[in-house]
């Protein structure tokens, strides 16, 4: 396999193994590009984050660093990928008449596909010297403390109100039918820490706003959000505005 990443005008890009790991734009040096997957097409230039881990990974890949005409995504295959996919159940009209819900539950009941998801994460975030995974409530605290432990992170629950016995700060924020509101410990995060956000699946997006607007308000960093499943078509990633998401599965 070629040392350098090239993009082919079919779409597809052609990596090499060593640059898959370093695929978060945060960590980009002058002098390198294995953060980022480089392309031109008719005279535009645009740069996606890579969100595989390997080379036979099968992945849709988006980056918020370009303008959105501009979006580009990747298929790579990966038995793991799909794996995860067909172990994610699909509850028509749950919790109320018109959604479908996205049931992770029968993938933690299949532990070969949850290793999977876990190793994903860790595989792309181990060594971006991440020192805080806070986890949004709550299954957000089923994927993240084994990522915290692997990467040398600690792990901060992001909770609902009056869940937290200590003293907190709140930040609320707009659902589709109401407000809620989000808290963290004071003290939990410091200024200037570098904070992965993790949740099982982004729709609206409302709840990984809230956490991010909670975390920089003590003046941490979002290196970037990961979920499990997104629901692209309530393009919740839109409201993230330049803050990258990262997902294993895009269910429409």
Do not use: W
Not at 192 to 200: A, C, H, N, P, Y
């Amino acid at each position: 396999m070629m040392n350098t990443l090239r993009y082919l005008s079919s779409g597809i890009f052609v990596i090499s193994p060593k640059l898959l790991t370093s695929s978060l734009p945060t960590s980009v040096k002058p002098s390198s590009i294995s953060a980022l997957a480089r392309g031109e097409t008719a005279g535009r230039r645009f740069y996606s984050t890579i969100a595989a881990v390997r080379t036979d990974l099968k992945v849709k890949c988006f980056s918020n660093m370009a303008a959105p005409d501009h979006k580009k995504n990747v298929d790579v295959k990966d038995d793991r990928i799909s794996r995860i996919s067909s172990s994610i159940r699909v509850i028509p009209d749950f919790p109320k008449p018109g959604i479908m819900f996205q049931d992770i539950t029968t993938l933690l009941l299949d532990p070969v596909a949850f290793k999977d998801s876990i190793d994903l994460f860790i595989e792309r975030y181990k060594g971006k010297d991440i020192s805080v995974v806070a986890g949004v409530e709550a299954r957000g605290f089923i994927f993240g403390p084994p990522i915290a432990l692997a990467i040398g992170a600690k792990f901060v629950p992001m909770r609902k109100p009056n869940k937290l016995p200590g003293a907190v700060i709140s930040e609320e924020y707009s659902l589709e039918y109401g407000t809620d509101i989000m808290e963290m410990h004071v003290g939990a995060v410091q200024a200037g820490e570098r904070v992965l956000v993790i949740d099982d699946l982004i729709a609206t997006g409302g709840t990984l706003v809230a956490a991010i607007k909670l975390l920089e308000r003590v003046g941490a960093s979002i290196v970037e959000c990961a979920c499990v499943i997104e629901l692209p078509d309530l393009k919740g990633r839109d409201r993230l505005g330049d803050k990258p998401l990262f997902v294993l599965v895009s269910s429409t």
